[in-house]
């Protein structure tokens, strides 16, 4: 079964600051890998889905990696701001199935005005 | 329409209630998701329905009964709920393979009294 880790667990940048937040995934034949933004008793936004044959994709001052390989991913934030205070969640899905996302442990955001 | 729509956004039922949760999806989608999610936890799938048929059930409680009358609709039938079953439920729907993400709804704040 695949695993997803994200590391930190939490995180407290003041604002301006560039970030990465991780994602690391134990099996690597995956269709493809989502970063998610939530924010407190709210659904889950869409942020950036990248397919295996993919290396990153980019919204905005978002920026995220895949390095299937090694089984790993990373979201970067550039020029942070308080509005980009949540939790962000990846979310991969399997290459064999293909019918079920898995879904990282999330990292909780603050950014300091 | 690339919004997944859920109703009620909150509801409060005591444990000898019957209610019921809605989800409403036009983007197409042949796959749709029933999640549980606990305060500053990642979701936990419950249900899943590909083309109509419920494809995973990850033992769930029958307190919890899913219905997916067409394709564009999912339904979530509550009897008999513990308060431990309080939570945020979300729906998804997505295609049953290949290269598209979720899209979620905001989500049902359930509370059992």
């Known amino acids: 079964k695949q695993e997803v880790t994200q590391i930190p667990a939490a995180l407290s940048v003041p604002e301006g600051e560039n970030l990465v937040l991780n994602c690391s995934f134990t099996?690597?034949?995956?269709?493809?890998l989502q970063w998610f933004r939530q924010d407190p008793g709210k659904g889950l936004t869409s942020l950036l889905l990248?397919?295996?044959?993919?290396r990153e994709q980019t919204s905005g001052r978002l920026n995220a990696s895949l390095d299937k390989s090694s089984g790993r991913s990373t979201l970067y934030i550039a020029a942070s701001q308080p509005g980009d205070s949540a939790t962000y969640l990846c979310?991969?899905?399997?290459?064999?199935?293909?019918?079920?996302?898995?879904f990282g442990t999330g990292t909780s955001l603050t950014v300091i005005p | 329409d690339t919004e997944v729509t859920q109703t009620p956004k909150h509801l409060v039922m005591g444990m000898t209630n019957k209610k019921s949760l809605k989800c409403e999806q036009h983007?197409?989608?042949?796959?749709m998701y029933w999640y549980k999610q606990k305060a500053k936890k990642p979701p936990e799938l419950m249900f899943v329905y590909s083309y109509e048929k419920l494809s995973i059930n990850e033992s769930v409680p029958s307190r919890f009964s899913p219905e997916c009358p067409n394709s564009s609709l999912l339904n979530l039938h509550l009897h008999a709920l513990q308060p431990e079953d309080s939570a945020l439920y979300l729906c998804?729907?997505?295609?049953?393979?290949?290269?598209?993400?979720?899209?979620f709804g905001s989500g049902t704040r359930l509370t059992v009294v």
């Open positions: 979310a991969v899905r399997p290459g064999d199935t293909g019918n079920q996302f898995y």
């Open positions: 998804a729907s997505s295609h049953p393979y290949g290269a598209v993400g979720y899209t």
């Open positions: 990248i397919q295996s044959s993919q």
């Open positions: 099996d690597s034949a995956i269709y493809n």
């Open positions: 983007m197409g989608h042949r796959a």
